[in-house]
DNA sequence: TGAGCATGTAAGCAACTCTAATATCCACCT
DNA sequence: AGGTGGATATTAGAGTTGCTTACATGCTCA
């Protein structure tokens, strides 16, 4: 009988394009995974990988095995999730993947009503953009993502994961207070596409999504600096540098000299969660998700734009 | 991630009702069985079994964990008979259970055959009764079973098996040289019913069938012996003692003072095989149907009743 | 209450799989 | 051409796993 051991790291290997990359995956150094690979070709007495340059290519049989894998992978997770939802209790492990801003919106409020909730439940939370979390949800280093989709550029997600709304975040322009526009009770998108924009940053999906709403309104955007901390986009706004968006989720206190002013049309974007199909019933997935919206329905409950 | 190798120790238990039944399945010690399902247990952090007087019961938690596993076992089966089929060439090791008369009439031809199409291919033989072959299939001992069905007493195969009929073979009347009734052609059913007859081991399917036949007419069989072997039949028909059913299939020469005659309606049996539909795109087994039936295609080319 | 059967535990051994170090291979660059 | 970096392959040795043997425990039936 096969190993099913494997065959998972068959599946790496497809998975990732190469032994290295495969075990760097599964943890492991290149030696294991080329044994096990010589093994596996040895047991189904046929080659699985041709050597291909620097790296290898799967054989046909490779890929006929790496499609079996796929399905049988997904019972044994399938058959994981269906048990812990038997046992029912909420408890165990849980790597939470999750944005920087859904971060410090809802994790302080959500986290500690988890704890009280289910004492035996661990999170695992790690920080990363919706760019790193897609993989680590592949490769299994996370369970659950929590990411942002700004209207207009929608993240596609992998095959085989389920998606779950979280809550709607809303941005407002940050301007320096002695700005014109800075005490208007609601701006059009239209005035203020030449204002110099201070943005995220650069390649990161929030830059681009900057650029996209306003050439989409055909401008130019005048993006003057690129800085990643909010704290930082706010100290140069009130510098009198430029404007920038502020989403409402995890803003914090703005410093003197900063006002926020909604914008319409609303710069809308989606705080969603995502994890393996396989994992669906799986309470503890349930349980963050549950803690999650409530953290959402306190924090949009709350104060609207300061 | 569960270990798959430990979930086939628990689906062994659950299908053979104890570990001390698993264990001699798997060809282990009972203790080896124990150990791995404690391990189990922690794993899954919830008991699997109970103790229940001299056995064990499975919990509701481990029959989840059974019902997947099937599926999971299942999957990987078929996905070995795909990558033997994609390999194409007839190789390896099939285990053949076999009825002894479709042993005897058969396998003569065939497997001189297999070995001449297909040095690569070794099969190995278990001459067993239909009930035993049954459970050899399912407890995965055997990979083809080939077994008789007398008309009127169907056998029902397990889930999760696939058929093929081989041949049609044909039951004749072996009567003493003397008997007023050796010399006909053609016999009606009804004539013999009051025969004083030689049947089959007590309790075979065979036997309840001669009576099941016999019965159906209306009347009661008279079985002057139970015998096993064919040759000991015949040698009570050549004393005269009374009558038998004889398959021809595997029949052989026939001794000194004996006729055998047709009977009509005539009393046949189909002689089919079956294996794990998981197995279907195995070349061996696709190799070893297609000699059968060969050798079934010259069997009853050749001379008719003698 | 003891015989018989079944599961559970402990210690030792064999097999397996990983790591670390090193060798080999190949594309790309100068 | 020759060197370099990125990749796979090979080896020996260490750590882990899983099996067996032997024994202990628990339950039912007579």
Redesign the pocket.
Same mark, same amino acid.
């Given at each position: 009988m096969l @190993?099913v051991?494997?065959l998972r790291?068959l599946h790496a290997?497809a998975a990732h *394009? @190469?032994?290295? &990359? &495969? @075990?760097q995956a599964?943890?492991?150094? +290149?030696? &294991?995974? @080329?044994?096990?690979? &010589?093994?596996l070709e040895r047991e189904v007495g046929q080659p699985l990988?041709e050597? +291909? *340059?620097? *790296?290898?290519r799967l054989t046909d049989a490779a890929e006929l095995l790496v499609e079996h894998t796929s399905r049988i992978l997904s019972l044994v997770h399938r058959a994981e999730a269906d048990l812990e939802a038997h046992r029912g209790d909420v408890t165990g492990h849980l790597r939470l993947s999750a944005t920087p801003t859904a971060v410090r919106g809802l994790l302080p409020a959500a986290l500690p009503a988890l704890r009280e909730a289910h004492p035996g439940l661990r999170v695992e939370l790690q920080e990363e953009e919706p760019h790193e979390s897609i993989p680590a949800m592949v490769n299994g280093d996370a369970d659950l993502a929590m990411v942002v989709d700004w209207m207009g550029s929608p993240l596609t997600l992998p095959q085989g994961m389920t998606r779950a709304s979280v809550m709607e975040d809303v941005g407002d322009i940050a301007l320096p207070a002695e700005h014109p526009l800075a005490h208007r009770e609601l701006l059009e998108l239209d005035e203020i596409l030449d204002l110099p924009w201070i943005s995220w940053t650069k390649g990161s999906i929030c830059d681009d999504w900057l650029h996209g709403i306003i050439r989409g309104r055909g401008a130019e955007p005048t993006v003057v600096h690129n800085v990643e901390e909010h704290q930082t986009k706010l100290a140069l706004v009130a510098a009198g540098i430029g404007a920038a968006v502020m989403p409402r989720l995890g803003r914090g206190p703005l410093p003197e000299g900063v006002r926020v002013v909604p914008v319409q049309p609303a710069l809308v974007r989606q705080v969603y969660v995502f994890w393996r199909s396989e994992a669906s019933r799986r309470p503890a997935i349930r349980a963050v998700v549950r803690a999650l919206r409530e953290a959402a329905g306190t924090y949009t409950d709350g104060p609207g734009p300061g």
């Open positions: @190993s051991d494997r790291v290997i *394009g @190469s032994l290295s &990359a &495969a @075990s599964l943890h492991v150094t +290149n030696s &294991a995974v @080329s044994q096990q690979l &010589a093994k990988v050597r +291909n *340059g620097r *790296g290898v």
